[in-house]
């Protein structure tokens, strides 16, 4: 879980679900409500990282095969993690990341088949303690993610998982659901079929308050650690 004081959350969901326009709409909220925020995405985050990142999505990486992928992808987040994420938490800032460890069990999991094994070890490794305290999966049909997808890049080429046809991207959602039903403390599933201020709302006022029940919890462990009147210490 996350460091003490801070909160991590993350997004996670299949092409054009909305995710950056999500996080950064909760991102203006909070800080409008006095919170500090942190804005990152994997992979990148950092210089090392964003250095992966452009790697993997040109293809560069693709005719190594996905077991190759998901280690460059770890490389990345340990780089990640240890440069931006714990130092934020650690001042009890709000992290917002634009997809984190549940990406890499989808796309390499999934697309290149990497035994679930290999990557759990791996996930391990990376992640230590890291995960993430709430994870919105924004869910809807890969054709109309897809569509999403298109008019985003405009001219631009699609990047290295946006190519891939509907089939996959459907399955690439299902195993996204899959994972919100084996953690569903972690895990909200968000319609992002609805319009986007509809979502931006319901996303804010889940961390909300989630951060209330943070400070309630801080309160009463702060209470119950305080002496007794009359005890000795």
Do not use: N, W
Request: hydrophobic share 45%; proline share 3%.
């Amino acid at each position: 879980m996350s460091g003490e004081g801070g909160l991590f959350v993350s997004f996670e969901g299949g092409e054009g679900g909305g995710k950056s326009t999500q996080l950064a709409a909760l991102a203006r909220r909070l800080r409008e409500g006095g919170h500090a925020v942190v804005e990152t995405r994997e992979p990148g985050g950092t210089p090392g990282a964003d250095a992966v990142r452009e790697l993997v999505l040109s293809g560069g990486a693709e005719r190594y095969g996905a077991k190759l992928e998901a280690v460059l992808f770890a490389a990345a987040r340990i780089d990640h993690i240890q440069s931006v994420i714990v130092p934020a938490l650690a001042a009890g800032a709000v992290v917002l990341c634009d997809r984190f460890h549940d990406s890499t069990r989808v796309y390499q999991g999934l697309d290149g088949g990497v035994d679930a094994a290999f990557l759990a070890r791996l996930e391990r490794v990376t992640l230590g303690s890291i995960v993430p305290d709430v994870t919105f999966i924004l869910d809807l049909p890969a054709r109309i993610g897809l569509e999403r997808a298109a008019v985003r890049r405009g001219a631009a080429r699609a990047d290295r998982f946006e190519k891939d046809d509907l089939d996959l991207q459907e399955r690439r959602r299902r195993a996204f659901l899959a994972i919100a039903r084996e953690e569903p403390d972690r895990c909200l599933v968000v319609d992002a079929a609805r319009d986007a201020e509809t979502i931006a709302r319901e996303i804010a006022d889940l961390v909300e308050d989630r951060l209330e029940a943070r400070r309630f919890e801080a309160i009463s462990r702060s209470f119950g650690a305080a002496p007794r009147a009359g005890s000795r210490t």
